[in-house]
């Protein structure tokens, strides 16, 4: 039997492609790690113990956080703050930015702490969405500029997922020894799939050529399946796997500039996904492309296999 590569192994190695590397990133991707196991044993054991159900309070986009959307990011600040790697912390929990004084480190992580929390208190998989950037004078980058970017998924089992610019590879983790096994290396996303997933409640709201294309998918060479979780991270990770497109456009009636957060979803997801061979478009272009203008921009989404974002992009033109 060949010996299972843990995530450690695996980052380190990869480190070894950067001869002036002093270890920083693999902390900081191991610290990551070690939130997201903690994050995932309180979920274990959500229906227990009283962390299920609402806070009362409501998060900067006025949506109300449910309780383990705070204990996550809790979990995930302290850890973050804590590590000498982090200059700054930016958490779709969070109205600012938090700076790190009293250390020098030498990255940027913006986190979703638990995207798709609305699904907790019905058991279905959530995730951890982190991005991560070098330190620089501006705060906010283009995503272009990302380190790495990946997700810590909850679902059936607990996967970390992840690109550092040099493809994107998936770790089990093994819950008897507690540490992510190499399970999934060097994703490749199906140049084409038959799946799609977006919230058709708002298709009230769809323009021309968004319904246009919608149309498409259900009568079009080929017909496709829908699958909607509400999660994101979720989502985009069938569609990682299987093939096919995820979207949240925008539309003037429910989102004008879309639902989805720009530096927390949007950009981290679609670097992912460049770096697994697919691709990710926006009404404006090329998401990674857009020098954020706010900690909380939104943004449209649609992201996936290279032919099927082709082909909404080909709607979208005319
Ligand atoms: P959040 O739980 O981080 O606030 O996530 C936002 C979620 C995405 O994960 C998901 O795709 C979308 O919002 C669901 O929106 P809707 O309820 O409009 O379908
Ligand atoms: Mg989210």
């Known amino acids: 039997m060949n010996k299972p590569i843990s995530l450690t192994e695996f980052i380190l190695d990869e480190e070894k492609r950067f001869p002036k590397a002093k270890g920083n990133f693999t902390l900081l991707l191991s610290q990551l790690e070690y939130a997201g196991k903690i ?11 009283d962390i299920l159900g609402k806070t009362g309070e409501k998060n900067v986009y006025e949506e109300e956080v449910v309780k383990l959307d705070q204990l996550s990011n809790d979990i995930l600040l302290q850890t973050l703050t804590s590590s000498q ?3 700054a912390v930016a958490s779709e929990e969070l109205e600012d930015i938090h700076v790190v004084e009293k250390h020098n480190g030498e990255y940027l992580v913006f986190l979703d702490p638990l995207d798709g929390s609305s699904n907790v208190d019905v058991n279905l ?3 951890t969405i982190f991005s991560i950037y070098h330190r620089s004078d501006s705060l906010l980058q283009p995503g272009n500029k990302q380190v790495a970017s990946g997700y810590i998924l909850y679902g059936t089992s607990v996967m970390f997922v992840y690109t550092s610019g040099k493809g994107v590879h998936g770790f089990t983790l093994d819950p008897s020894i507690g540490t992510f096994l190499l399970s999934h290396p060097d994703i490749r996303i ?26 498409s998918m ?21 569609v990682l796997l299987k093939g096919g ?3 949240y456009p925008s539309d003037p009636v429910h989102y004008p500039e879309g ?3 720009l530096l927390f979803e949007v950009n981290p997801l679609s670097f992912l996904i460049q770096h697994a061979g697919g691709k990710a478009v926006c009404r404006r272009g090329n998401p990674l492309e857009i020098t954020p203008e706010s900690l909380h921009q939104r943004s449209d989404i649609a992201i996936g296999s290279r032919k099927n974002v082709e082909e909404y992009e080909s709607f979208l033109n005319g």
Do not use: C, W
């Open 39 to 49: 994050i995932a044993s309180h979920l274990r054991k959500a229906g227990l113990v």
């Open 85 to 87: 790697q982090v200059h």
């Open 125 to 127: 998989t959530i995730g």
């Open 190 to 215: 199906p140049d084409e799939g038959d799946i799609y997933s977006l919230s058709e409640a708002n298709s009230i709201g769809f323009d021309g050529p968004m319904t246009s294309y919608l149309q």
């Open 218 to 238: 259900k009568q079009g060479r080929k017909q496709l399946k829908a699958r909607y979780s509400g999660t994101m991270v979720a989502d985009m990770h069938r």
């Open 245 to 247: 497109i995820f979207l």
């Open 259 to 261: 639902k989805l957060r």
